[in-house]
């Protein structure tokens, strides 16, 4: 039997999110009170400005990845800073707390740095935010490699942040669900390699999907 027409043990069941977010009371109108905020706030806050904004920043072109670099470019005009804020790598299994610790350390570098940007004020106000997501099961599922594929083509960007991106925010985790599903269900451990190999930091969620779609149209021709 071809991998296109092999049934799977369990069938890929489809998911989205809807994210709840509140107002957590801090702000931070220069790089100072960023950093006292960055030290300070919940981490559910920290939370929703790195690994939930996350999935929107990565449907652009800019890399700028979490709320705090797109702030610090926006509204202070730091484009050195944003950078270096946008390269912390929140996939790579860190913790909430070493994303706070990685973010943290890198302002207050950049004010010891330039002392004359800690108190500059900002164009506009940060607001820190606290949120909460919930996974949402859709009716779409999928037994077959065919059936798969359709799935990652149709889904929404945002069941397919869940599906591909968030369970490598997760600490315990170094995969996502459609090679887990790949390999343990359909039996396809090469090409759930392959999928998991794909860079998130190097490009958008639309360019994943298409690389997904390619390495699955592959499969079924070599089969």
């Known amino acids: 039997?071809?991998?296109?027409?092999?049934?799977?043990?369990?069938?890929?069941e489809t998911y989205t999110l809807?994210?709840?977010?509140?107002?957590?009371?801090?702000?931070?109108?220069t790089l100072r009170e960023l950093a006292f905020g960055l030290e300070t706030c919940s981490d559910e806050s920290i939370y929703h400005h790195t690994i939930?904004?996350?999935?929107?920043?990565?449907?652009?072109a800019d890399k700028l990845t979490?709320?705090?670099?797109?702030?610090?470019?926006?509204?202070?005009?730091?484009?050195?800073?944003?950078?270096?804020?946008?390269?912390?790598?929140?996939?790579?299994?860190?913790?909430?707390?070493?994303?706070?610790?990685?973010l943290h350390a890198i302002v207050l570098a950049h004010m010891e740095a330039f002392p004359e940007s800690a108190d500059q004020p900002s164009e506009s106000t940060f607001y820190f935010?606290?949120?909460?997501?919930?996974a949402v099961p859709l009716e779409s599922a999928a037994r077959t490699l065919e059936e798969f594929r359709k799935c990652v083509q149709e889904m929404n960007g945002e069941s397919f942040y869940l599906h591909f991106v968030a369970?490598?925010?997760r600490?315990?985790?170094?995969?996502?669900?459609?090679?887990?599903?790949?390999e343990k269900s359909l039996g396809l451990p090469e090409l759930a390699g392959k999928i998991n190999q794909i860079d998130m930091m190097d490009g958008t969620l639309?360019?994943?999907?298409?690389?997904i779609l390619q390495l699955l149209d592959t499969e079924k021709k070599l089969t």
Do not use: I, Y
Not at 129 to 134: A, L, S, Y
């Open 52 to 60: 939930v904004a996350m999935r929107s920043h990565l449907a652009l």
């Open 129 to 134: 935010c606290e949120g909460m997501d919930v």
């Open 18 to 29: 809807a994210h709840v977010s509140r107002m957590g009371g801090q702000t931070a109108n």
């Open 206 to 211: 639309e360019g994943a999907r298409e690389k």
């Open 167 to 169: 369970p490598r925010t």
């Open 66 to 102: 979490n709320d705090f670099a797109q702030w610090t470019r926006n509204s202070l005009h730091n484009d050195e800073l944003a950078v270096r804020l946008s390269k912390v790598d929140v996939t790579d299994g860190r913790s909430l707390g070493d994303l706070r610790n990685a």
């Open 171 to 182: 600490q315990e985790t170094q995969s996502n669900d459609f090679s887990v599903w790949l």
């Open 1 to 12: 039997m071809s991998s296109g027409t092999r049934l799977a043990k369990a069938p890929f």
